[in-house]
């Protein structure tokens, strides 16, 4: 039950220093006040706006399913999952790309433009595991801030609400975002499958943050979901995004 009275703490107002500017098409006229006061907390405890727009190249891996390494300068991302020997090499800008499964190197034109959509909703979707705290005030979303209630763990949290419109590969989805008043950090989610449902489909922690050069991330989900191998780089070479060749990690700065 969602409780309107004061928080353990209060918001932390951002410095004009940290600005954190919505992005175009964020629904700034539909969210609440109080929802995107908490969200630009969020930002500056993550490490702030600049910290986060300087930050180039990210590398995580996905529950042990796949890796991904993406440069967020580019929107170029390179995925490899071991299990079917499949290597993306793709750029999630201008959906143009490579793609090798075993041994074959996929050139035919629409054998190649349904893999490189794939690549790009394993972008998406896993991405977004891993940097949603970062992306909440992104182009078509609306905040709601629905007051204070009890985490997995029993801590009180501020909630807000986050729909989307008209974005994305699922737009009807809607999640609920638990933030620690005493932290600013984001301590769990609520994903609901559509916007209507009175009941999340699943409700995870997001636990164990730790600095990754000028940022933090957090890849603990709960009941052994691990996003692991987290790693943020200022030097990766060209062709670790052009060749299905192996990436040397000592190449990774």
Known sequence: MFS????SEPVAETSPENANPAAEGFNAAGSDAKAIAVVDAVMEAMGGRRNWDVTRYVHWNFFGRRSLLWDKHTGRV??????????????????EGQVR?????HTEPDSLRK?????KSIWINDSYWLVMPFKLKDSGVTLKYMGQDSTLAGEIA???????ENVGRTPNNKY???????????NQWDFYSNVSDAEPRFAMPWQNYKEHGSILLSGSRGDKRELTDIAVYTQVPDSAFESFDPVDPSSLE
Request: proline residues 6%.
């Open 115 to 119: 893999y490189l959509d794939q690549a």
């Open 176 to 186: 609920h975002i638990y933030v620690d008043p005493s932290t600013n950090l984001v």
């Open 78 to 95: 390179r995925i490899e999952i071991p299990g079917d020997e499949t290597i993306f090499l793709t750029n999630v800008q201008t959906d």
């Open 101 to 105: 499964i075993g041994e074959t190197v």
């Open 158 to 164: 501020h909630v807000l609400e986050l729909t989307f």
């Open 4 to 7: 309107c009275g004061p928080a």
